[in-house]
C-alpha cells in the first residue's frame, strides 16, 4: 500500500477474523438468547463442523457477546482435565462480599473486607458465577472428551437449568464427534441443545468480506484480484484469511495504490504453501498408513466426487474391506460422503497436496 497499513487479515487458528463472515444469524439468536433471559432455546448450542470451518472462532465471538452482558465467560479445549480447569478459573480470586466500615478508633476509622470461602466443587462454582451477572461456558475440540468428564459437566448444566439459573453452554466439535457426545448414555439432555452445523461460505460472502476488509482498512482491492482469490478461498474461512494476509503483504512490499491480480497470484501461492503445512500436512501425519492409502487412492481416481469401488480397486481390495477406512475417515472430517456410493475431499486442496507430494505422504 502506497502507505504502509497494518495487515487485517488475521489467518492464525482460533484467532478472531476481522469479520465473522456468514454468521450473523447464529449470533443474532445467541444475543436474543442472552437478553432473553433463562429457558432460551439458544443458550444450550451444539456447533459442528469441518476443521477450519470456523467453529472456535464462533465460540469465540459468542464469548465476547456474553461479557459485554456481564456473564463470566470460561472457554476451555475439551482434552482429559477440562472440569478442573473450568473449576480453577471460576475460583481463581476469591469473591468480594461486603465492604463495612466501623466507628473510629483513636481517630483512625477501621475498616474490614468480607471475602467469601472459595467454592470446593464445580456445581457450586457455576452456581456462584451465575448468580454474579451469568455464566457462559465454551467446550471445544469435544472429540477429544473424555465421557466421564462430559457427564459431570452435562449433569451439573442440566442442573443449574432446572434450577433457572443465569447460564448459558455451548459445545463444538467434529460432526461425528458431536453426535457421538449427545447420544453417549447420561447424556441425552444435551441432545436437545440447538444444533448448529457450519458449512462453506458461499462465493457472495467471501467476495463481500475481502472487498469490504480491504477498504475498512483504508485498501483498494480491484476486481480481477477479488475474483481470484474469492476462488481461492474455496468457501473454506481458514483459507479466507490466509489468502487476504498474503495478498495485502504482495501488495505491500510493492508499496502499491491498489492490490491487483498479480498480487492475489503472489498472495495465494504463499496460502496455499501455509494452508499445506498448517492444516493437511498436520492432518495426514496423524492417520494410519492405511487411512492415508485411502486419501490417496481418491486423489487418483479421475470422477470426482471417488466412486469408492475405484478407491478400493487401487488399493487392491474390496469395498467391503475398506469400508472401515471410509468411516473412520468420515468420523475425522477428512471426508465426506457425497451421495451412493461416493466420497468427496472435506478439506479444500487436500486432492492437489496428495498428486503434488505422492510417495513422500503417509
Request: hydrophobic share 40%; glycine share 10%; with cysteine.
Amino acid at each position: 500500500m502506497s502507505q504502509r497499513r497494518g495487515n487485517p487479515f488475521k489467518p492464525t487458528a482460533g484467532m478472531n477474523p476481522p469479520e465473522l463472515i456468514g454468521r450473523d444469524a447464529i449470533l443474532d439468536d445467541f444475543t436474543d438468547a442472552l437478553d432473553n433471559g433463562p429457558g432460551s432455546p439458544e443458550r444450550l448450542m451444539r456447533v459442528s463442523g469441518v476443521r477450519g470451518v470456523g467453529k472456535t472462532v464462533l465460540l469465540n465471538a459468542m464469548g465476547g457477546i456474553a461479557r459485554d452482558r456481564g456473564f463470566t465467560v470460561v472457554d476451555v479445549a475439551a482434552n482429559k482435565g477440562f472440569c478442573e480447569r473450568i473449576l480453577t478459573a471460576l475460583t481463581r480470586d476469591p469473591i468480594l462480599t461486603s465492604v463495612s466500615v466501623s466507628p473510629s478508633v483513636f481517630g483512625v476509622q477501621a475498616g474490614s473486607i468480607n471475602l467469601s470461602k472459595s467454592p470446593t466443587s464445580l456445581g457450586e462454582a457455576m452456581l456462584r458465577a451465575s448468580q454474579r451477572g451469568g455464566l457462559f461456558v465454551t467446550l471445544d475440540e469435544i472429540q477429544d472428551a473424555p465421557i466421564d468428564e462430559l457427564r459431570v459437566l452435562g449433569n451439573e448444566i442440566q442442573l443449574l437449568i432446572r434450577q433457572e439459573a443465569n447460564v448459558a453452554f455451548a459445545f463444538a466439535g467434529l460432526p461425528t464427534a458431536v453426535d457421538d457426545a449427545v447420544g453417549a448414555d447420561a447424556l441425552t439432555f444435551l441432545q436437545r441443545a440447538k444444533h448448529t452445523e457450519l458449512s462453506r461460505l458461499s462465493d457472495y460472502e467471501v467476495g463481500m468480506s475481502f472487498e469490504d476488509t480491504v477498504a475498512r482498512a483504508g485498501g483498494v482491492l480491484r476486481r480481477d484480484a477479488a475474483e481470484l482469490m474469492t476462488k481461492a478461498a474455496a468457501g473454506y474461512p481458514f483459507m479466507v484469511q490466509l489468502v487476504g494476509y498474503y495478498t495485502w503483504q504482495a501488495a505491500a512490499r510493492r508499496n502499491a495504490a491498489a492490490i491487483e491480480g498479480e498480487d492475489a497470484e503472489r498472495g495465494i501461492a504463499r496460502a496455499r504453501e501455509n494452508f499445506d503445512s498448517m492444516v493437511i500436512g498436520p492432518a495426514l501425519r496423524r492417520l494410519p498408513d492405511r487411512q492415508v492409502e485411502y486419501l490417496t487412492a481418491m486423489a487418483r481416481c479421475e470422477e470426482h466426487p471417488a466412486p469408492t469401488a475405484e478407491v478400493s480397486r487401487f488399493m487392491g481390495l474390496t469395498t467391503k474391506d475398506t469400508s472401515s477406512y471410509r468411516k473412520r475417515l468420515i468420523d475425522a472430517a477428512l471426508i465426506e460422503a457425497a451421495g451412493y456410493g461416493k466420497v468427496s475431499f472435506a478439506v479444500p486442496y487436500m486432492r492437489e497436496y496428495l498428486h503434488e507430494h505422492g510417495e513422500d505422504v503417509g
